[in-house]
């Protein structure tokens, strides 16, 4: 994108859709890059790092490590906030809207132009989920 855009303006679950998007193409990106080809193995095992509960352990991490910046926090609670018309099928409410919120971190990184950061904020992600210590329920 050549323009920043206003990422206050946009809905919640609109930053989480993009940033769904956008996070799942850096896993499967960097899956890729390890070596790992065949289809249905390449989406096994990114589902580890894209799910519901991944994604809220990853939330619960950053926070005790203060990794966010308030801007991020911010955009996380406008997508966690946000009213969704889908059910969550495989956790509970409160972990689907934290993976939300999540999604809407990386939708507003992806929005503001902010490649470093996103760069930075998925490699953070990765390297917490390969070293297996998220406390994902």
């Not at 930053?15 to 896993?27: C, P, R, S």
């Not at 990853?58 to 966010?68: G, P, S, T, V």
């Not at 490699?123 to 998220?134: A, D, F, K, T, Y």
């Amino acid at each position: 994108m050549s323009e920043e855009v206003n990422y206050q303006a946009i809905n919640g679950i609109a930053l989480a859709y993009l940033g769904d998007a956008e996070y799942e193409v850096f896993i499967r990106r960097h899956l890729i890059e390890q070596g790992l080809t065949k289809p249905n193995r390449l989406h096994h095992v990114a589902t580890r790092y894209v799910s519901a509960k991944a994604q809220a352990a990853l939330i619960a991490a950053m926070q005790e490590a203060n990794f966010l910046t308030n801007e991020e926090l911010d955009a996380f609670k406008k997508g966690r906030n946000a009213k969704s018309h889908t059910s969550a099928k495989n956790t509970s409410v409160l972990t689907y809207r934290i993976s939300t919120g999540f999604e809407a971190i990386v939708g507003y990184l992806s929005l503001t132009n902010q490649k470093e950061r996103l760069a930075e904020f998925a490699q953070w992600c990765i390297e917490r989920v390969e070293e297996g210590n998220l406390r994902i329920e």
